[in-house]
């Protein structure tokens, strides 16, 4: 029953693509891309954006991409976005209704990651519905280019749902399982079907799609299933998850198409985390890096792959000689401005001040704390992540400098909404009452003291010298107990 209304909404996916293909497109000048959008109740005191970049940007959740707000003319939200590359990525966002959810961003995906290409004139006819939970939306394309975005949200709709469970006894006896197995060949078929109206990289790029989707899925049962084995049964397992992987997942394509492929990027950034717990026991940044380095990929490959690493994970403990390393080791453009961005934001350079509310909603400057050795603790209402740094690791080191006046511990929520921000320090999960508690007020995620210094997951942590320079920037380090006793004993 499920495989028969997969089938029926794929239909009326592309039977909606071919009355669509009848209708004229807007015709698009050279290196642009022109989006109209229309939203199901929406009006002009809406307000949508547009974030768009390559694949390797959406990969890394580089917090920096072009962002455009549409215009709204005669019920249609306009975009018409200058580009130069051939192809990449675009999302769609609008302000979030149900305020009192979600962290301090303040706004909802509507339109996740579509794939462009030079000169696509498109237009989405979305009907959107915001519930507590999250957005559920239904989208039809028209115009340049939308047998690729049509197709596109179809492989979705096939893939939606994995047909089997990846359990410990299915991985220990096959050495790794595929959630979408029984899925992808019905895709692969599907795409094959409608070949013939695609480009050959639009083929190859929603081929790749298809063969590498939701890494998450496929790597995440793995890596906890490893994490539990012995060094021998680890040894096994390598052996046993080697063979099946290359007959399953080693496809031939050119690396040009893997470079622009989201889903690629993002699976292999899984890939290498759940190997690298198979190998160490652990996850081991190095490992990863040099693995990535030494790989048989092509070098824009390697480079995109490392650009995600330190975008996505914490950085190792000495992380500005590795980050001057991997600076000097990619050429490709969106890795090197992703690298060097880090690299400005995480060097040893002069902390970004901050005007922040505290509890009584008086204006907290950072000036106030000069001379002092600072630690910054950045978190949001809900983030679990942020609970188990307090818990494990940040109350114990506050209770051990807790008569020392050289060193402060600020609490910063970045939870848009004061209420919920309150909440948060009244469960005891993520501070304590007798901390320094301060948060970004209505800007939330989007308040300087976040974009400036590259805060783009929670929890993060920064520790600051008495002269007001960072000493170490979301370094692993930051985030164990003994390790950050050590570090603010060394500089206080």
């Known amino acids: 029953m499920q495989m028969k209304a997969r089938k029926n909404y794929i239909f009326l ?36 954006k547009l974030k768009v970049g390559s694949a390797t940007l959406f990969a890394a959740e580089y917090p920096y991409r072009q962002e455009y707000k549409a215009t709204f003319d005669s019920g249609l939200f306009r975009f018409e976005i200058p580009v130069t590359s051939a192809s990449g990525y675009f999302s769609v966002s609008k302000a979030r209704t149900f305020t009192d959810t979600g962290a301090g961003a303040g706004t909802a995906m509507i339109i996740s990651q579509q794939i462009w290409r030079n000169g696509d004139s498109i237009f989405i006819n979305a009907s959107v519905r915001e519930t507590y939970a999250g957005i559920n939306g239904h989208y039809t ?50 795409l094959d079907n409608h070949k013939g109206g695609l480009s050959q990289q639009d083929w190859e790029i929603l081929r790749i799609k298809i063969d590498f989707f939701n890494g998450n899925s496929v790597f995440v049962p793995l890596k906890n299933y490893w994490q539990g084995l012995s060094v021998t049964e680890r040894s096994n397992a390598i ?73 996505r994970y914490r950085l190792p403990v000495d992380a500005n000689t590795t980050l001057d390393d991997a600076i000097s080791f990619v050429s490709e453009n969106d890795a090197s401005v992703i690298l060097r961005r880090i690299k400005e934001a995480t060097g040893k350079k002069l902390f970004t001040g901050f ?59 970045a939870d848009r909404w004061r209420k919920r921000w309150i909440d948060g320090i009244g469960t005891g999960f993520y501070t304590s ?60």
């Open 13 to 48: 996916l592309v039977a909606v693509w071919l009355s669509a293909t009848l209708l004229s497109a807007e015709a698009v000048p050279k290196n642009q891309i022109k989006v109209l959008i229309k939203l199901a109740g929406a009006t002009a005191k809406d307000e949508l």
């Open 141 to 190: 394309f028209q115009g340049l280019g939308a047998l690729r975005y049509t197709l596109n949200a179809s492989i979705d709709s096939i893939l939606f749902l994995p047909t089997q469970e990846s359990s410990s006894d299915l991985i220990a006896k096959h050495g790794i399982v595929d959630p979408y197995e029984v899925l992808r060949p019905i895709a692969r078929a599907f």
């Open 239 to 311: 052996k046993k998850y080697q063979s099946v992987y290359k007959e399953r997942f080693n496809k031939q394509y050119t690396a040009s198409g893997l470079l622009q492929s989201l889903d690629y990027l993002k699976f292999i950034r899984y890939r290498y985390a759940a190997e690298s717990i198979l190998v160490n026991g652990r996850f081991d940044f190095m490992w990863i890096y040099n693995s990535i380095k030494s790989s048989d990929q092509a070098q824009s490959l390697k480079d995109a792959c490392i650009a995600v690493l330190f975008s």
């Open 355 to 413: 005007e922040l509310f505290d509890i009584n909603n008086n204006v907290v400057s950072y000036a106030d704390f000069k001379g002092k050795t600072v630690l910054l603790d950045f978190w949001t209402n809900g983030c679990g992540g942020c609970k188990l740094f307090y818990e494990t690791a940040l109350k114990y080191v506050e209770e051990k400098f807790a008569h020392d006046s050289s060193v402060v511990f600020l609490s910063i929520g």
């Open 433 to 492: 009452n007798d901390a320094i508690n301060l948060y970004t007020g209505p800007k939330g995620e989007a308040h300087p003291v976040i974009s400036d210094n590259f805060i783009k997951s929670f929890p993060t942590v920064i520790l600051v010298n008495k002269d007001g320079y960072i000493f170490k920037h979301n370094t692993q380090d930051l985030y164990h107990k003994d390790s950050l006793i050590v570090l603010i004993e060394k500089i206080k």
